[in-house]
């Protein structure tokens, strides 16, 4: 039957994880980030990779490659202990209001996937992603979006939501992203944007079984390439391509 409400994860998402379609499109925000990952580490004997806001570790089940040093961060108790028992490195920090607890371009990678929605401070986050990233690192964003004019009225109505516990506080559109970015992230560095993509246009994996279907995940995620800004979510991978100097300067690349 195509239409049939799932109550049980009886199947596993690309053959990865529990799930409750074989092409759960809430996983593709992962899958597709692994992809990257997996083909920035093929020129590298190791990687160091932080996940920040690393909710229950979902993105470690699609990197089962290489060799990965694990950090994370997040607040909530159960999903930090979950993530510990999956091999990360577990830490704690209040993204709104303290540094990351790490140096200066101490990770290869670093992914924040459906978190700065989540923050009230969400320029001092992406900073720190960008100050703890290494020239030439990637860093993998996942945000939910809206068409411009429904974000607006959507940023709006979150005013008067209750602030904290995990609550929606933000409604991104594509434009204001790349603000974010452009204003955030050019303080510890140079950085461009690699890709940005979407997944899904239509999806409902615990009421129908659509996404059984390998056809209706290729027609999502072939719209969310090519149009992601009509999509619900987007993954934005960026490059690193400036450095800091000792003082934490921003410092030109060899032969600018």
Same mark, same amino acid.
Request: glycine share 8%.
């Given at each position: 039957?195509?239409?049939?409400?799932?109550?049980?994860?009886?199947?596993?998402?690309?053959?990865?994880?529990?799930?409750?379609?074989?092409?759960?499109?809430?996983?593709?925000?992962?899958?597709?980030?692994?992809?990257?990952?997996?083909?920035?580490?093929?020129?590298?004997?190791?990687?160091?990779?932080?996940?920040?806001?690393?909710?229950?570790?979902?993105?470690?089940?699609?990197?089962?490659?290489?060799?990965?040093?694990?950090?994370?961060?997040?607040?909530?108790?159960?999903?930090?202990?979950?993530?510990?028992?999956?091999?990360?490195?577990?830490?704690?920090?209040?993204?709104?209001?303290?540094?990351?607890?790490?140096?200066?371009?101490?990770?290869?990678?670093?992914?924040?996937?459906?978190?700065?929605?989540?923050?009230?401070?969400?320029?001092?986050?992406?900073? @720190?992603?960008?100050? #703890?990233?290494?020239?030439? !690192?990637? $860093?993998?964003?996942?945000?939910? +979006?809206? =068409?411009?004019?429904?974000?607006?009225?959507?940023?709006?109505?979150?005013?008067?939501?209750?602030?904290?516990?995990?609550?929606?506080?933000?409604?991104?559109?594509?434009?204001?992203?790349?603000?974010?970015?452009?204003?955030?992230?050019?303080?510890?560095?140079?950085?461009?944007?690699?890709?940005?993509?979407?997944?899904?246009?239509?999806?409902?994996?615990?009421?129908?079984?659509?996404?059984?279907?390998?056809?209706?995940?290729?027609?999502?995620?072939?719209?969310?390439?090519?149009?992601?800004?009509?999509?619900? @979510?987007?993954?934005? #991978?960026?490059?690193?391509? !400036?450095? $800091?100097?000792?003082?934490?300067? +921003?410092? =030109?690349?060899?032969?600018?």
């Amino acid at each position: 039957m195509f239409f049939k409400k799932k109550t049980t994860k009886t199947e596993k998402a690309f053959g990865k994880i529990p799930a409750y379609c074989k092409y759960e499109l809430f996983m593709e925000r992962y899958r597709s980030a692994a992809e990257f990952i997996s083909d920035f580490h093929r020129n590298r004997a190791k990687l160091k990779l932080l996940d920040v806001g690393s909710g229950e570790g979902y993105l470690k089940f699609f990197c089962d490659f290489g060799q990965i040093d694990w950090h994370g961060i997040e607040i909530w108790e159960e999903r930090f202990k979950i993530c510990q028992e999956l091999g990360y490195q577990m830490h704690r920090c209040n993204l709104d209001t303290e540094p990351l607890p790490f140096d200066n371009e101490s990770f290869d990678v670093v992914v924040g996937s459906h978190v700065l929605e989540h923050l009230a401070n969400r320029s001092f986050c992406l900073q @720190e992603m960008g100050r #703890v990233l290494k020239t030439g !690192g990637m $860093l993998i964003l996942g945000v939910p +979006i809206k =068409p411009i004019i429904l974000s607006h009225l959507v940023r709006f109505v979150y005013r008067f939501k209750p602030k904290g516990n995990g609550n929606t506080m933000y409604a991104f559109d594509i434009r204001s992203i790349k603000k974010l970015l452009t204003h955030s992230l050019s303080t510890y560095g140079g950085f461009e944007i690699m890709d940005i993509r979407g997944f899904r246009l239509i999806s409902a994996r615990r009421i129908t079984n659509w996404e059984n279907s390998e056809g209706f995940y290729k027609f999502n995620t072939w719209f969310g390439k090519h149009f992601p800004g009509l999509t619900p @979510e987007v993954n934005l #991978v960026i490059r690193k391509v !400036g450095r $800091l100097s000792a003082r934490g300067q +921003i410092q =030109p690349k060899a032969g600018e």
